[in-house]
């Protein structure tokens, strides 16, 4: 009855696309462990790859998608507790970085306008 009613304290059940930024995010022992500032969606396949979130002492961390039991209109919900949650890893470092490369008009056109950073 007690995880029925905190279940219920959390809002309504949103699909993880609708959390919006700034959601308090909620450990499986009840305490805030910080709030989601991106969501990280595996576009391909249409599934939730995990969430990015600011930890209550400031940290940046990566939840994925595994140690996330529910999405609300209020609230993210781990099945980790807080200790656990402290220990999550950073984000990775992202998609490569792309800046235009200063080659000729010949270069470019053959494919080479783009310089991997």
Do not use: C
């Not at 499986?28 to 396949?45: F, H, I, K, L, W």
């Amino acid at each position: 009855m007690a995880d029925e009613q905190r279940a219920e304290d959390q809002g309504q059940p949103v699909h993880y696309s609708a959390v919006a930024r700034g959601t308090p995010v909620i450990s499986s022992d009840g305490a805030q462990v910080g709030t989601v500032t991106q969501v990280v969606d595996n576009y391909r396949e249409h599934i939730l790859d995990g969430f990015v979130i600011r930890a209550s002492d400031g940290a940046v961390r990566f939840v994925d998608a595994p140690e996330v039991a529910r999405t609300t209109d209020r609230a993210v919900s781990l099945n980790i507790d807080a200790a656990a949650a402290a220990q999550l890893p950073p984000p990775d470092e992202g998609s490569p970085n792309f800046k235009p490369n200063r080659g000729g008009r010949l270069s470019r056109m053959l494919g080479g306008g783009w310089r991997r950073h």
